[in-house]
């Protein structure tokens, strides 16, 4: 069987992680692609070289021509600009909307059959907008941002229980930013959930309360320390979880932005909720049960990506 194809379409801070765990995992071959002139094929050629000290076999190419990405199984979309300091998400829905625009229409014409995952931000707007561009089964195309959000969240309560990582699970619904929904009740330590930990005496609900509010501000912590780009290694390591659980058919239980029609009482709106990915690609959304409280911050969420959506339309009159 032919190795599996991975195009990553952008060539930055987030793309060249992404080849290089790509290559370590031997997930596939690998085209770098970006519009600035030089830079995929030096990032590809400097991993390539790195291959037979780390002992990766794969192939990896960089590239500004969208025919190289032809056939590609998985499409991992980090091409834009990011924030710096002071700067919100939507700050970038202007210019990263022009950017889904032509990513689209390259994916359309060379990939069709490729399971996407979209990281640029403002992440659920430019999901959304990348599916519509593109034309790609809804189920195809999706966008990381639970899998990183629940990732900081469990670093935190890790960190809160002096606990290993591995036994801390942790639950966020909704948009990406500033409205995301970390459920603590859903949230666990080797499968007692935080409510229960508090009644245990190993933390306060001040303390929870802190943590969540550091998790939804998590983005920001980094920007504000880097000063001229925003967080890379934990983003590309979530998209490269999402882009395996697609390839091996794994079937895992992960947060993502998908398509929401019917469930959690949404018609047609890219949010984040729990689903599972496998060869189908987003095969199923896990609709759970949401308390009154939940309930009123999620309607916030899904109503900020909604008003983004919207203004992608104002934009772009081919997506209203
Ligand atoms: P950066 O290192 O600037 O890389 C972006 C790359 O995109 C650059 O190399 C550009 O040359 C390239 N590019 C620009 N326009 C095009 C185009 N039309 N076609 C192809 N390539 C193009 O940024 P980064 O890698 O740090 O971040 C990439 C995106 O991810 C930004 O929008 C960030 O805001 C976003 N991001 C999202 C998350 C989520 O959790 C959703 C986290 C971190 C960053």
């Known amino acids: 069987m032919a190795r599996p194809r991975i195009a990553l379409i952008g060539a930055g801070q987030i793309g060249g ?6 290559a370590i995992k ?9 519009i600035a002139e030089g830079t995929p094929q030096g990032k590809a050629l400097d991993l390539a070289e790195s291959g ?13 021509d969208y025919a190289d990405i032809a056939g590609a199984d998985v499409c991992i979309v980090t091409a834009g600009v990011p924030r710096k300091p002071g700067m919100s998400r939507d700050d970038l829905l202007g210019i990263n909307l022009k950017v889904m625009k032509a990513v689209g229409e390259g994916i359309k014409a060379n990939a069709p059959d490729a399971f996407v995952i979209c990281i640029t931000n403002p992440l659920d707007a430019m999901v959304w907008a990348l599916q519509v561009f593109s034309g790609l089964p809804r189920e195809k195309v999706c966008g990381m941002a639970g899998v990183l959000d629940s990732a ?34 859903y949230s666990t330590v080797a499968g007692i959930p935080l409510p229960d930990m508090i009644d245990m ?65 949404l018609n047609g709106l890219y949010v984040g909720v729990p689903t599972v990915i496998g060869s189908g690609g987003v095969e199923r959304i896990v609709e759970i049960k949401l ?8 309607d916030k969420s899904v109503d900020a990506v909604k008003g983004l ?6 934009i772009d009159e081919t997506l209203a």
């Open 17 to 22: 992680t992404l080849a290089h765990l790509a």
């Open 26 to 34: 031997e997930l596939g071959d690998v085209v770098l692609f970006d």
């Open 52 to 64: 037979p000290v780390a002992g990766y076999d794969v192939a990896l190419k960089g590239t500004q």
């Open 152 to 185: 900081r969240f469990r670093h935190f309560l890790a960190e809160e229980f002096e606990v290993s990582m591995r036994d801390v699970s942790a639950f966020v619904l909704g948009g990406h930013g500033d409205t995301m929904v970390p459920l603590t009740r």
């Open 201 to 265: 005496g190993w933390t306060t609900q001040e303390r929870i309360d802190a943590i969540v509010q550091r998790t939804r501000d998590g983005g920001a912590e980094i920007v504000g320390l880097l000063k001229t780009g925003s967080a890379f290694y934990a983003p590309a390591t979530a998209a490269i979880e999402m882009a395996e659980a697609y390839l091996k058919d794994q079937k895992r239980v992960l947060p993502c932005a998908a398509y929401v029609d019917g469930s959690f009482g």
């Open 291 to 298: 308390k009154k409280d939940e309930q009123s911050m999620f």
């Open 309 to 314: 959506v919207e203004a992608c339309k104002g």
